[in-house]
């Protein structure tokens, strides 16, 4: 069996599956777990984030995995609710940190 055969038609490039980033990745990863108050039981989830992402990004993500609107709640560290304008370094968080999700209505800005 032979493959030598010419063909007349072009190929067309192969398109990435990976997504361009906005900006470089300037940051470092940091595992984090995100605790929600939201809703009847606690919920947790591990993620793994750039502390150069800023807060609304972050939030974004976060309300995926919980199935929340991310307008409904706001991220806590060390008992300071996060700006959604600034970036997760602002916040001085390390591996293994809890971030709390709490209601948009208790969310108090420090």
């Given amino acids: ?3 030598d055969e010419d063909f007349d ?11 361009s980033s906005k900006v470089p990745s300037t940051g470092k990863k940091v595992t984090l777990y ?3 108050t939201i ?3 606690e919920k947790k989830e591990k993620l793994t984030v750039n502390d150069a992402n800023q807060v ?3 939030k974004q993500t976060i309300g995926n995995l ?7 709640f706001h991220l806590s560290s060390g008992g300071r609710t996060m700006d ?13 940190d809890d971030i709390l999700l709490i209601p948009a209505s208790t969310a108090g800005y420090f």
């Fill in 66 to 72: 919980f199935g929340l609107d991310p307008d409904e």
């Fill in 9 to 19: 038609e072009e190929l067309e490039p192969v398109k990435s599956k990976t997504p």
């Fill in 56 to 58: 609304n990004d972050i």
């Fill in 34 to 36: 995100f605790m929600s």
């Fill in 39 to 41: 809703g009847p039981g």
């Fill in 84 to 96: 959604e304008s600034s970036q997760l370094k602002d916040y001085n968080v390390s591996d293994g």
């Fill in 1 to 3: 069996m032979s493959f």
